[in-house]
C-alpha cells in the first residue's frame, strides 16, 4: 500500500475490554514499531519487530499489553483488561531497513478507555 | 536522566517569515537525529534527518543545524506557509531507541 494502515482509527473500551489493534506496514518494511503517544507528548516506544521477530518489547508498560506479527507484515497490538492510564493514541511505524533509517507512521488508533 | 527536549511548547510566525524550532539533548553519545511533523489526527511524518558527523543539512524548504559542543538541534524553515502549522517533533536515537521530545506547536498567521 501507499503508507502504513492502522485500525480501528478509533476505539472506545470499557474498563476491563481486552481490545486488539491491527497495523499494515508498508510492504517490504522489515522493521515495525508501536510507539504510544499521550495527549500533548511525544510518542513513546513501546516494542519492536524485525521481520516476525520481537527483538525489544521493553517498553509495553506491562504483562497485559502484548504484540505480535506471526507472518513478518500485519502485526497486532493486544491490550488485556484495559485500563483508563491505557487512553492514547498507538502509532504503528514501519521502515525499509534494520539500520536506523526514517520511521514511517501510520495515522494512529485512538483508544479511549471509560 | 537522558532526555530529548524542546525550549518553547508553541511558536506562532507570520506567513512568509522564517520559523525556527529548538531542540536540546542531553545524550552526548547521540548520533542519529530526526525532525518528525505532525498534523492534527495523522502520525508522525519524516521532514530530515541529520548524523552526528555533519553539522547542517537541508532539504525543500527546511534546513536542520546539530550543535554538538552544546548539544542543540534546530530546524529552520523558509518562507512558512500555513500548511506548516503543525506540532514538530525532534527525535534522537537508533530504531529500538528512538526518544522524542514532547514537540512545539508552530502556528502560522496569515
Known amino acids: 500500500g501507499a503508507g502504513v494502515s492502522q485500525s480501528p482509527r478509533y476505539k472506545v473500551a470499557k474498563r476491563g475490554q481486552d481490545v486488539a489493534l491491527r497495523c499494515d506496514p508498508i510492504?517490504?518494511?522489515?522493521?515495525l514499531f508501536w510507539y504510544q503517544q499521550a495527549l500533548g507528548q511525544g510518542p513513546e516506544f513501546l516494542t519492536y519487530?524485525?521481520?516476525?521477530?520481537?527483538?525489544?518489547k521493553s517498553g509495553l508498560p506491562s504483562d497485559r499489553f502484548f504484540a505480535e506479527r506471526p507472518e513478518g507484515s500485519v502485526s497486532t497490538l493486544k491490550i488485556q483488561r484495559t485500563q483508563q492510564e491505557d487512553s492514547a493514541v498507538y502509532l504503528c511505524?514501519?521502515?525499509?531497513?534494520?539500520?536506523?533509517?526514517?520511521?514511517?507512521f501510520g495515522n494512529g488508533t485512538r483508544l479511549t478507555v471509560t | 536522566g537522558e532526555s530529548v527536549g524542546l525550549h518553547l511548547p508553541t511558536l506562532s510566525v507570520q506567513e512568509g517569515d522564517n520559523s525556527i524550532i529548538n531542540c536540546a539533548y542531553s545524550?552526548?553519545?547521540?548520533?542519529?537525529f530526526i525532525w518528525y511533523k505532525q498534523e492534527s489526527g495523522k502520525g508522525p511524518q519524516f521532514i530530515i534527518d541529520?548524523?552526528?558527523?555533519?553539522d547542517k543539512r537541508q532539504g525543500q524548504r527546511v534546513t536542520v543545524l546539530l550543535n554538538k559542543t552544546v548539544k542543540h538541534l534546530s530546524l529552520q524553515i523558509a518562507a512558512t506557509q500555513p500548511g506548516d502549522s503543525a506540532v514538530y517533533f525532534c527525535?534522537?536515537?537508533?530504531?529500538?531507541?528512538?526518544?522524542f521530545g514532547a514537540g512545539t506547536r508552530l502556528t502560522v498567521k496569515p
Open positions: 527525535a534522537e536515537g537508533e530504531y529500538n531507541d528512538m526518544r
Open positions: 541529520i548524523r552526528s558527523n555533519m
Open positions: 519487530f524485525q521481520n516476525e521477530a520481537q527483538l525489544d
Open positions: 511505524a514501519s521502515s525499509l531497513r534494520t539500520d536506523g533509517s526514517p520511521l514511517h
Open positions: 510492504s517490504g518494511h522489515v522493521s
Open positions: 545524550n552526548s553519545a547521540s548520533d542519529y
